[in-house]
């Protein structure tokens, strides 16, 4: 059947499930927009296109579906391109549609044009420019294949205006070949069972667990393993909701602010069994100094990963939901014969740890402590919430405090560290799950980052909740300054910031504040029981530092305790 | 240590433009690379030289099949294999050096394919070792210019590197 190619990217985006798409009109996808119009696909309209693919990517890791972003050329491109960025650092699945000036036209320097397929090339795991028609309906359905399977990631595809006017005959094809992709799944038995031998040696095992865990939906098989080897679990900041928060097996986040027992029990284990995590230098520390009694396995869909930062002893590669399966049966077969716990001992040691230096704050400081207001939140939505962050000390105490107990229900942006992720975010995860109570727990800083998006909420009566743990300074930078550049405060105090409330209130938002701690909770109660957006204006303690915390480059066994 | 790595690769629009911004982005460092199609039409072969250790070499290798155009990548150093080079060498040539450039030329089974009234051009093919050899010898006489291909390699024997 003859269509044009605008009308073969909407029945693409239905042939691939797309229900709803975030986006930005403009002259070169003004034919899609067309074609869009009184379509079944949904459109939401943000206000900014770093809006639209950070919701792109907040409904993806809200869902574990593709999200998908549509965009203009040139500007509307370039300002996909941190979004981009932040999907790809963490494998997240999203394919963004880019509007392109004619072909012809291309290289000419022509009206919004820029060569948004060179500049994204580093940022993505693949990208298209569809110069044929007749390619497009191929093109989209490997754009697709490639986002959500192996190790997922961002794909750009990006479309010539004469292009979406052109005309094809060429079907939607149900099947994608590739000669140079085709991700392994199945783990190898042969390591899998020297795995499991390992694990029943090993005196002071250590689950160490990523991003990975999410992807692969193997929480449940995580579980199962923790609670069959006794093996302790700690998750990086990605790896957050992959394992119970309220576990007596967790030790929450490991690294540069984990907790001072997840540290210490990384220096002193021996044998680390990292499952989808990348042994990145925010978790590792000072790399020589890394888990120096361990024997490391490593479970990850992507071989590259495998050996880059820390010499693995014994690699498996392949969807950590499959080994963890074969895995569990072999332990299985292996306990048959050996029923000791090897682990009681390194269990004890760890309990005593947890007491030593559990994550604490001053809790009578009669000031607002923002650690306080993540654990009122926890308290008030039961825990149940999907939070958001931006990225910074908010971030960092989010991850500290709330206690995470199901996948996909922290979305924060971890490899690339993008401030003014968390709203954008949350605008995805609550179009994913409109019943759903989505926070995004945010600095003052950071939610200027792209508080225009306000106007989305507000438009698409989204309920979308905006904690600002407001301390009138970029903290994380500050805290470093105060920390190892003698309080020199240079360009991390805001001095200026608007007033959140009236802000909210002049997108026709809720606006409340908080300026005592025993405020906090009433404004919490008063956010959750309106279904309008809110933006909640806590007035933190301005120099509460986050803590523990390693010192960048430092080793995990010297982590000051702050 | 310089390995020397074939790479399949899909025919297609941007392919280099891929690989060289894997290794820049990465910072491994390239001595050379050279491109040609196979007799699949749709297949390119490339050549390239990459120096590192072994550490960087499974990254560069790794990192290459993640790319989706990639279709097969061997390290030729890891097994015997030949090497080859050819460089194009414009000399000056008066007529009291002309007899001594065509034997050096001879000597190295190389050609002369051009000839003007004060240069020749000197085609060479080789290994690394002869071509920095006759460099050496012909720059007494004034090189004006030179163009060298990269390496190319294959696996000696009979096994063959398909898609």
């Known amino acids: 059947m003859k269509r044009t190619g605008a009308q073969v990217l909407i029945e693409g985006l239905q042939k691939e499930n797309v229900d709803v798409i975030f986006g930005f009109p403009g002259g070169a996808v003004i034919k899609i927009y067309d074609e869009l119009f009184g379509s079944s696909i949904k459109h939401v309209l943000t206000r900014h296109e770093q809006g639209a693919i950070h919701a792109a990517d907040g409904y993806a890791r809200a869902t574990g579906k593709t999200g998908v972003c549509l965009v203009t050329s040139g500007p509307g491109a370039t300002n996909t391109v941190t979004g981009i960025a932040t999907a790809y650092m963490d494998s997240v699945p999203v394919v963004v549609f880019t509007g392109q000036v004619p072909t012809p036209m291309i290289g000419n320097d022509a009206f919004q044009e820029a060569d948004i397929v060179g500049i994204t090339r580093p940022i993505t795991k693949h990208n298209y420019l569809v110069k044929d028609v007749n390619e497009l309906p191929r093109v989209i359905k490997e754009a697709f294949y490639i986002a959500g399977t192996g190790r997922p990631g961002p794909v750009v595809v990006d479309l010539p205006k004469d292009i979406m006017a052109a005309v094809t005959e060429n079907p939607y094809p149900d099947q994608v070949t590739l000669k140079g992709y085709n991700p392994n799944y199945s783990g190898h038995l042969g390591q899998i069972k020297r795995m499991a031998v390992e694990i029943m040696q090993a005196k002071k095992p250590l689950l160490y667990t990523g991003g990975g865990i999410i992807s692969s939906a193997c929480h449940n098989e995580l579980l199962e393993l923790a609670e069959l080897t006794q093996a302790p679990v700690t998750n990086t900041l990605m790896g957050l909701g992959g394992f119970p928060g309220t576990h007596p097996l967790f030790m929450g986040m490991l690294g540069m602010h984990g907790t001072w027992y997840a540290n210490m029990a990384v220096t002193e284990s021996d044998l680390i069994i990292a499952i989808g995590a990348r042994f990145d230098d925010r978790v590792t520390g000072k790399i020589t100094t890394f888990a120096p009694h361990a024997k490391i396995i490593h479970i990850d869909i992507d071989p590259s990963s495998i050996s880059k930062n820390v010499k693995v002893d014994l690699p498996v590669v392949g969807d950590a939901k499959d080994i963890l399966a074969k895995l569990i049966t072999e332990l299985k077969l292996l306990k048959a014969k050996n029923e000791t716990a090897h682990t009681k001992d390194w269990l004890a040691q760890i309990k005593e740890w947890k007491q030593k230096y559990p994550l604490k704050y001053d809790q009578n400081s009669g000031k607002i402590k923002p650690q306080f207001v993540i654990e009122e939140l926890h308290r008030l939505t039961k825990g149940e919430a999907i939070i958001t962050t931006e990225v910074g000390q908010n971030q960092m105490w989010a991850a500290q405090f709330y206690g995470f107990n199901h996948p996909r229900s922290f979305l924060s942006s971890g490899g690339l560290g993008t401030m003014g992720y968390g709203f954008p975010a949350a605008i995805g995860a609550q179009i994913a799950h409109p019943d759903r109570i989505v926070i995004d727990v945010a600095g003052d800083g950071s939610f200027q980052m792209n508080m225009q998006e306000l106007a989305t909420v507000v438009q698409y009566r989204l309920p979308v909740k905006v904690a600002i743990l407001n301390n009138y300074f970029w903290g994380m930078v500050r805290q470093w300054q105060e920390l190892f550049f003698n309080r020199r405060y240079s360009f991390t105090c805001t001095h200026c910031a608007p007033d959140f409330v009236k802000l909210a209130e002049a997108f026709g938002a809720v606006g409340l504040r908080a300026e005592k701690p025993e405020e906090v909770a009433s404004v919490i109660e008063q956010a959750l029981n309106t279904d309008k957006p809110v933006v909640m204006d806590f007035r933190v303690d301005p120099e509460e530092n986050v803590a523990p915390m390693v010192p960048a480059g430092g080793a995990l066994k010297d982590m000051i305790l702050v | 240590m310089r390995h020397s790595i074939s790479v399949l690769v899909e025919n297609q629009f941007g392919v ?75 000399v000056t040539a008066n007529q009291q050096d002309r007899a001594e450039l065509l034997s050096i030329t001879n000597i190295f089974r190389g050609k002369i394919v051009d000839v003007s009234q004060e240069t020749y051009t000197i085609e060479i093919t080789g290994d690394e070792n002869k071509i920095v050899a006759i460099i050496k010898l012909l720059a007494p006489f004034g090189i004006r210019e030179i163009a060298r291909t990269g390496r190319v390699c294959m696996g000696r024997g009979g096994k063959s590197i398909k898609v």
Request: glycine share 8%; aromatic share 2%.
């Open chain 2, 16 to 90: 280099l433009a891929r690989i060289a911004g894997l290794f820049s982005g990465r910072g491994f460092n390239i001595d050379s690379l050279s491109v040609g199609v196979t007799t699949d039409p749709s297949i390119s072969r490339m050549t390239i030289v990459v120096r590192g250790d072994d550490r960087i070499l499974e990254q560069v290798t790794k990192q290459l099949n993640k790319l989706i155009n990639v279709v097969r990548v061997v390290d030729l150093t890891k097994e015997e294999h030949v090497g080859r080079e050819m460089v194009l060498i414009k």
